[in-house]
């Protein structure tokens, strides 16, 4: 049995002003047609007469265009836009393929972006939406399980450079974002697991009862369970909304949520970004972090256990590829929580509490020399 | 005899966590090995180990190398980004050599791009800095009349799209304002001009007594008196920081800035962008607004004659050129302050009274169809 809040409670972001709510429904997204009642509510409490409808090639056929028929029969206009499909595209030519399309459109700054598609289109259309005609405003419809407990609560939005992942961007919060899990049915395994490793994150890193209940429950999340899979977003987002709300620019609560990510980092780095998904990387990182804790005497060896059995049972890579101690530390400093060149790390004091660390290299070298122990 | 306050008293912006100080100097830009200390002081308060100190071809030999070799005895380094100069290149290229030139040199979230020009750099660099790892600080240092009267204040930042001026961008505050006097001295007249049209702006729509000011002191002005233009630029931005201060983002009040703008923007648009100064168009629209507060009987033609003669004293255009009435309608509704397809203008209520007004059709018509009556 789960203790699922129901799918329908909206889960409120506090950010003064910007604040903003998470719904996660079962089918606006998926089946918009049988759900017009609730897009004419959520858009009327917007005001926005026009519409962008930024989605990726794959779901723009798939969701994109019967929501776009949906929403014109609400808003005054809705101008679809579809880009590449890809971590690959994520650039300053994607983002001008939104804003030119806005332009094109004469679209004016009442209009409201919506995003509908993972990570990518999520970060890509929120930025064009930060910066077009000084910021409109956008509506996030995540469709991966990463995207919905990684980037619904934040308000980071971005591109790639050549030089770095990330590196241009801004924080821009949207005005609503819809969770509906029915678009977690068709995502690939290898997808759906890598979103369950940054929920596991939220246990291990934050909450010892969440991950209790995650190891209780994780048959039915990998069974895709509705009321299980609402229960595990929404006390992602919460988690990560409690700790976001009195930081909204990164800073030291903020680190907390990198648990694991600055081996994760290194590991997609080294290995070629695309080659491991992100999830997997930070998966294997979090068993890296679990040791480091452990070198560093705050945890028993008990705790790496469970984790790694945890996310292997997710379907998730419990050990980093092998890489040179000088590997690991040339791409782990080229992280950008990087503090004056000293390298920090998110270490555990016990299951479910973490703190930031700067570790003697000693200690780091020990785990790194010997990342896979007996 | 001057009313002015000494150049030395820094005018705060309030913007609650995001105020700053809007400094008025004499020789700190135009001479700075002899103002080391000044220098020390500003950037000691922020503690930011690196610079991008962003200037175009034209300045960057006469005003940002001699500042460059300053700074780089107080920061940790200093990365001088020189990028083309026109408002022609306000572009997204212009964007990505500054982010270029500042991530090859691994500058971290700490640094502060500091802006050294006229409104393109301040505009395009305070872009840079608002999207550089989603928002780092920067100083601006305005070297026209322009750009210290208008872009001090307001947070304003973007570029240029071939579909719209300004079109991307982002509200972004600076850390603080320098404005160094001695950098008008070697400023074109035609330029000085244009940058006063915006400072009678300010008397004519907000402040009665600052037009009566201007209109006593325009032969100090013109001389480029330094205790005179210290008083104008600072009431300028005191009047806009009032207005700005208590609505951030573009509503209500802040409307009133753009008196004149409407008309100015269709004259700039009509001719060919760049065949008007902004500030030559301004001066031509203000009259042309006035005309139109006339024309709806809430000011008599005494301050239109006065306006107009004030403009011309100042060396500037007041009367537009000739176009057809629907050439005046097609360039105004590009106009991005039209709200819903209706046109809206900035009309006066009395000298240095204004307010935003929907005009009837006709009045309109009246006024467009003799634009420079007897």
């Known amino acids: 049995m789960t203790t699922a809040t129901p799918a329908t409670a909206p889960l409120t972001v506090q950010l003064g002003t910007r604040s903003y709510a998470i719904e996660i429904v079962d089918g606006p997204v998926a089946k918009p047609a049988a759900h017009e009642a609730y897009w004419s509510r959520l858009l009327g409490s917007l005001d926005g007469p026009d519409i962008a409808l930024v989605s990726n090639t794959t779901l723009m056929p798939r969701y994109g265009e019967p929501l776009g028929d949906v929403l014109r029969g609400i808003a005054r206009r809705v101008v679809p836009v579809a880009v590449a499909d890809g971590e690959s595209y994520k650039t300053s030519a994607m983002l001008d393929t939104i804003h030119d399309a806005m332009l094109e459109a004469r679209l004016d700054r009442r209009s409201v972006v919506v995003a509908l598609g993972g990570g990518v289109v999520g970060d890509v259309a929120g930025f064009a939406a930060a910066t077009y005609q000084r910021g409109v405003r956008f509506i996030q419809l995540p469709t991966t399980l990463l995207a919905q407990v990684d980037s619904s609560v934040g308000g980071k939005t971005g591109i790639n450079h050549r030089l770095g992942k990330n590196m241009i961007g801004a924080f821009h919060q949207p005005s609503a974002v819809v969770i509906d899990l029915s678009t977690l049915r068709t995502l690939p395994p290898r997808e759906f697991a890598a979103g369950l490793a940054e929920v596991i994150k939220y246990g291990v890193a934050l909450d010892a009862a969440f991950f209790e209940w995650l190891d209780a429950e994780m048959p039915a999340l990998l069974a895709r369970d509705p009321i299980a899979l609402a229960h595990a977003i929404r006390r992602s987002c919460e988690i990560k909304a409690m700790i976001v709300g009195s930081d909204e620019r990164e800073s030291a609560e903020r680190a907390l949520l990198n ?54 049972r997710a379907g998730l890579p419990v050990e980093a590829p092998s890489l040179d101690e000088t590997e690991w530390l040339r791409w782990m400093s080229g992280d950008k929580k990087a503090d004056a060149g000293r390298l920090r790390f998110v270490v555990l004091d016990a299951l479910g509490r973490s703190r930031v660390a700067t570790v003697p290299d000693e200690t780091l070298s020990t785990v790194l020399r010997e990342p896979h122990p007996a």
Chains 1, 2 share one sequence.
């Open 259 to 312: 648990f694991g990510h600055t081996f994760g980092h290194a590991i997609e780095g080294a290995t070629g970004y695309g080659t491991w998904l992100h999830g997997e990387a930070v998966a294997a990182g979090m068993v890296l972090a679990s040791r480091l804790s452990e070198a560093l005497g705050t945890i028993d060896g008990d705790v790496t256990t469970r984790l790694r059995a945890l996310l292997a």
